[in-house]
């Protein structure tokens, strides 16, 4: 699903969905360009998101009525900003809960000494 | 950092049209998000052409269309899961219809043709192309499934259709129920049997499968065919009612003419008391008769859906295919407002050989007889032998013969005065 540089993409598959609504729950707006360069930037280019991810799951978090869009003219071209729904938000907590606690336990399955840099 | 000029973006925007993206909501994502990605690449020594098809490399082996399949892919995804729930309410709700209609029926409550119509309705309308889209979906894969479940649909589709015109009694139903089962008999079980018999390795079910299907149907077109009166039978019984009815109008004319050749013989006779017993015979038959003849117009009015006034008018052949099993019990037995029943016209017989006996008390009134009788080894009542649960033909048929019992006691009173 995603061109990833460093992970095998099995081990990141199913986290697209959560970095997207962590991303949109601390940015008022975002276009879907901005979200793949801010994932670049953040990750080191560790992660890449690909388009053809990263579309089709606005667009299915739209119709569940977690993001909402508002469109913007730049000169000739329209570009389409994605917000977070009040329902988004509780979702992106919970996401983001969910995952945090897969990695705790992740963790201690696999005896790992964390070297985890929290942020 | 360099921006796109117009023409630039126009050719993006088509070639976005062109690569086969027919979303606008998706197409307006990706065409910003190429500029986009294209401008942070142009650094005024390349190409504009080179960076766009470098761009496009970004989108995979199979282009933008895979981004709009994966998108719908996930949409529908989304609506899954309501139209499952929808499909599962519909069928629980449209089955306990339908069972329930055909115990109303059974006991004969009123309510069950609504309660049996709606339960087929929503089983048509909302069950079946439900059921037909998921499972559509789910084999998008294979051809043979898709035959399969579309020729499961229609003749389901059919069935369903089929029994709602049986039960309104509308014109039809016979040959959709047997479009409907041959459909599945010639078309469904071959590519079943090509396509899960010889990929399962389960093969007994697979034959089970094939085994009960073609009983099922079977059976399910050899009753529909029969439904009525067997094709051989239904001929010499047919000829037997058009000749009764003929009969019948023969006796009525015989017995006018000798209504007249006794009126004659009475006016040189001059006998009052004579003539006026006359006058009364004819009168009672008269009334009888016309209650018969509007009773038989009445009915076929009511299963065939026409104007009492064309029902009397109707050529009895007209009636071979008719039905009417199921609405003929209301009319002739339940409902206490229909102006025709059985127990009606047994009352109007009886008063009927009343007049007769006091006229002509030595008459033979076995002709009219409207006791129980035995039938089969079971004492039946008159007017269930008569008139309860046949098909309209037999119950006109049967009050012919009653028409004919009447004006042949009618010819044998005269006699007797």
């Keep these: 699903m995603y061109l990833c540089v460093m992970y095998s993409s099995e081990l990141i598959k199913g986290t697209l969905k959560t970095i997207v609504l962590k991303l949109l729950s601390e940015t008022e707006k975002m276009y879907g360009y901005e979200i793949t360069q801010k994932v670049k930037e953040l990750t080191d280019s560790k992660i890449v998101i690909t388009e053809g ?20 003219n730049i000169g000739k071209r329209v570009r389409k900003y994605y917000t977070l729904t009040q329902t988004g938000n509780e979702r992106a907590k919970e996401k983001i809960y969910e995952f945090a606690d897969f990695i705790n336990t992740m963790t201690i399955l696999l005896d790992l000494k964390p070297n985890i840099k929290y942020v | ?41 142009l650094d005024g020594y390349r190409n504009f052409d080179t960076v766009y098809q470098e761009t496009l490399l970004l989108f995979g082996e199979k282009g ?6 994966e998108t719908n892919r996930l949409l529908t995804f989304k609506h899954y899961y309501s139209m499952n ?19 109303f029926k059974f006991n004969h409550w009123p309510g069950a043709s609504a309660l049996l119509l709606v339960g087929v309705f929503l089983l048509t309308v909302l069950f079946l192309p439900l059921l037909f889209i998921l ?26 259709v089929g029994i709602i015109f049986r039960i309104m009694h509308w014109p039809g139903a016979q040959f959709i129920l047997i479009i409907g089962g041959v459909l599945l008999l010639l078309a469904y079980l071959p590519i079943y049997f090509i396509s899960v018999y010889k990929n399962t ?23 529909t065919g029969m439904s009525g009166i067997p094709r051989p039978t239904s001929d010499s019984f047919w000829r037997g009612v058009t000749e009764s009815e003929d009969l019948l109008n023969f006796n009525i004319q015989e ?14 006779d001059s006998s009052s008391r004579k003539s006026e017993s006359i006058l009364q015979l004819k009168n009672a038959t008269d009334e009888l008769m016309t209650y018969t003849k509007k009773m038989k117009a009445f009915l076929i009015s009511k299963t065939e859906g026409i104007s009492e006034a064309e029902a009397e008018k109707i050529d009895l052949d007209a009636l071979r295919t008719a039905g009417g099993g199921d609405i003929l019990p209301d009319l002739l037995f339940g409902e206490p407002s229909s102006p025709y029943s059985a127990k009606q016209l047994q ?9 007769v006996e006091t006229i002509a008390p030595s008459t033979d009134l076995n002709r009219l007889n409207t006791g129980n009788f035995m039938m089969y080894g079971k004492e039946v009542s008159w007017e269930q032998s008569n008139f309860d649960h046949l098909p309209i033909a037999l119950i006109i048929f049967n009050i012919i013969r009653i028409e004919l019992g009447i004006s042949a006691t009618e010819s044998a009173a005269l006699n007797q005065i």
């Design chain 2, 64 to 69: 933008l269309k895979e981004i709009q399949d």
């Design chain 2, 135 to 160: 499972k559509f979906k789910e084999s998008a894969e294979s051809n043979r499934s898709i035959a399969l479940s579309s020729i499961a649909f229609v003749s389901s589709i059919l069935f369903s």
């Design chain 1, 53 to 72: 991810a990263l579309y089709p799951l606005l667009h299915q978090l739209e119709a569940e009525g977690i993001v909402t869009t508002e469109t913007v």
């Design chain 2, 1 to 41: 950092m360099f921006s796109l000029t117009e023409e630039q973006i126009a050719f993006i925007e088509n070639d976005i049209k062109v690569r086969g993206i027919t979303s606008p909501d998706l197409s307006i994502d990706l065409l910003d998000h190429i500029c986009c990605v294209i401008e942070n690449k």
């Design chain 2, 255 to 268: 017995n006018d003419k000798r209504y007249e050749k006794v009126a004659k013989q009475l006016s040189s």
């Design chain 2, 347 to 355: 009352n109007k017989i009886g008063s009927y050989k009343q007049v």
């Design chain 2, 201 to 223: 390795t389960n093969k007994l079910n697979a034959r089970a499968t094939v085994i009960l299907m073609i009983a099922g149907v079977g059976l399910f077109l050899t009753e």
């Design chain 2, 85 to 103: 729930a929808t499909m599962k309410i519909s069928g629980y709700i449209s089955s306990l219809m339908i069972l329930s209609g055909a115990f």
